[in-house]
């Protein structure tokens, strides 16, 4: 089945004005100006529609969609807000877990977003097939995941932040860990679900969990993912617990090359920017975390031209607190710019992020960019609200005008959210469900 998404009000893909012609899960051909593919069997009028490659959520924490704006965690910077909700988060059992992925999935696919990472941490007694819901979940939606197996095994008793009833030995967390990559992982293109290694953050794991790890990632063939430089005081605690800086650890157990990418990255200097583009470390910027922790801004322009991909995530909807990818992107742009000026960052530069550069973080290059055999993930805004009138650049006004949800969103070529709803779910009985299970949980 060809299937030609026709003259497009924009599109984020180069000699493409005429939109995309998609055969079965990818890109079969990119139409230009003046042309008309010769073969397609059935056509979408997209004129009223601006069409991104799927956005690529490169960092999210899927559980924290129950705790947002709690009382007990609001106006705090993050080792106290980690802290005050710890507890709290301790309760999390499988029933309000698989909620909270099906609303955190189901919020990203409205705003666009066809592949999402989420780094699950969280292990209390009773929730040790976390990994196992998270991918139900995922193909029950059909939306490509990337699903961090994460960890913390050092607890406030060891030196740590976390207490040690959301903990687990170091032994457990690696057995689980090629449990799940023999079960789910799939490296090849295309693949709906893949697996990552994600040992939490320096002040609740342990150098030989982020060593043995990195081996494990080595022996399958999946990514490393960790927190890091979010704040100075991780960098205080690096320094005082191991006598190295956050990179240096890094170094240290095996973690510096291009199967890594880490959330935040903002407090390195100027040689360890040099250091992680040499090595081809990612990095996902979380504007709004960032801004509501008040933890400060990634370097995006000095990492990226080191050479680190550059991606965008949402973070934790307990610290964001929302899951809305067209959200990040305008937040990175307006960040970036307070940062660097106006002239040095666009909006095309933030879209990249959230498409292209999300994906390599991801160590994907199938997925992200609007090209002849990548898989077919498209995103599409109608620009029929009031936000949008008088606007005159479509692409630049679904960044500058606040663009958050998709009309249309495609993943692997099959429509998952049609006329803004998402197909085959009941929106407004997850609502009330997820409410429910927030008040419980909380």
Known sequence: MRI???????????????????????????????????????????????????????????????????????????????????????????????????????ELLLSGCTTAADHHYLYPAGLEDAVDIAVEEALRLGVRMTV?????????????????????????????????????????????????????????????????????????????????????????????????????????????????WLAHGIHFNAEEIARLGRAGVGVCHCAASNMVLTSGVCRTCELEAAGAPVGLGVDGSASNDASNMMEAVRHALMIGRLRYGADKITHLDVLRWATEGSARCLGRSDIGTIVEGREADLALYTLDEPRFSGAHDPLAALVLCGAHRADRVMVAGEWRVVDGMPVGLDLGGLIAEHSAAARDFA
């Open 148 to 260: 961090s197996r994460g960890s913390m095994n050092l607890s406030a008793k060891d030196g740590g932040l976390p207490p040690d009833s959301v903990v687990q030995d170091e032994e457990t967390i690696l057995a689980d860990g090629e449990r799940v990559l023999k079960l789910f992982h799939d490296p090849k293109p295309g693949a709906r679900i893949r697996i990552a290694l994600a040992p939490c953050s320096p002040f609740s794991i342990s150098k030989d969990l982020m060593t043995e790890s990195a081996r494990l990632a080595e022996r399958y063939d999946c990514q490393l993912h960790t927190h890091l430089c979010e704040t100075d005081d991780e960098e205080q605690f690096c320094l005082s617990m191991y006598g190295l800086r956050p990179v240096d650890l890094l170094e240290e157990t095996g973690w510096m090359s291009s199967r890594v």
């Open 4 to 106: 030609w998404i026709k003259d497009p009000l924009a599109i984020f893909a180069a000699g493409a004005e005429r939109g995309v012609v998609v055969e079965g899960s990818r890109i079969a051909e990119r139409v230009g100006r003046g042309q008309t593919p010769e073969r397609i069997d059935a056509t979408y009028d997209a004129s009223r529609a601006v069409v991104l490659p799927g956005l690529v959520n490169a960092h999210h924490h899927f559980y924290q969609t129950l705790t947002r704006a709690h009382p007990q965690a609001i106006n705090k910077k993050l080792f106290p807000w980690l802290v005050a909700l710890y507890t709290i988060w301790s309760r999390l059992k499988p029933a309000h877990l698989r909620l909270a992925v099906r609303m955190a999935l189901t």
